[in-house]
């Protein structure tokens, strides 16, 4: 079982790191009853094939599902597996928002101790 969720979370971060991939998602993300290949595919300056490579990887990784009604392939989004994702990296988050509050609390602890300087005093017009 362990095994089996290893190689689905690295299908997923593997899809996920393309960024014509996560385009596609956040295009999907768009569209509430799904769009078709040709729909998602329009805005890219990418070939067709070249998309349908994409969302092999995306449909592989389970992030996407394609129903073909007669000659249309419907691309719609499955979020259970991003669910998957998001619970792995909730694990991890702890240790971000540790390290982000204590970085916080430096800077703002730096700018309290920090005495501000005058500004710079405005030279007349004839100076120059």
Not at 77 to 99: N, T, V
Request: charge should be neutral.
């Amino acid at each position: 079982m362990v095994k089996y969720q290893e190689a689905e979370l690295n299908d997923i971060f593997a899809a996920l790191a393309d960024p014509t991939r996560r385009a596609l998602l956040a295009r999907l993300e768009e569209g509430k009853d799904g769009l078709s290949v040709s729909e998602l595919a329009q805005p890219f300056d990418v070939s067709l094939p070249a998309v349908m490579k994409h969302l092999t990887v995306l449909s592989n990784a389970g992030l996407i599902r394609r129903q073909k009604t007669g000659r249309t392939v419907n691309i719609r989004l499955q979020p259970e597996k991003m669910a998957h994702a998001m619970a792995w990296l909730r694990r991890y988050e702890r240790f971000w928002s540790d390290g982000l509050d204590r970085l916080a609390a430096f800077v703002e602890d730096r700018t309290k101790n920090e005495t501000p300087t005058d500004p710079p005093a405005p030279q007349d017009q004839e100076d120059r």
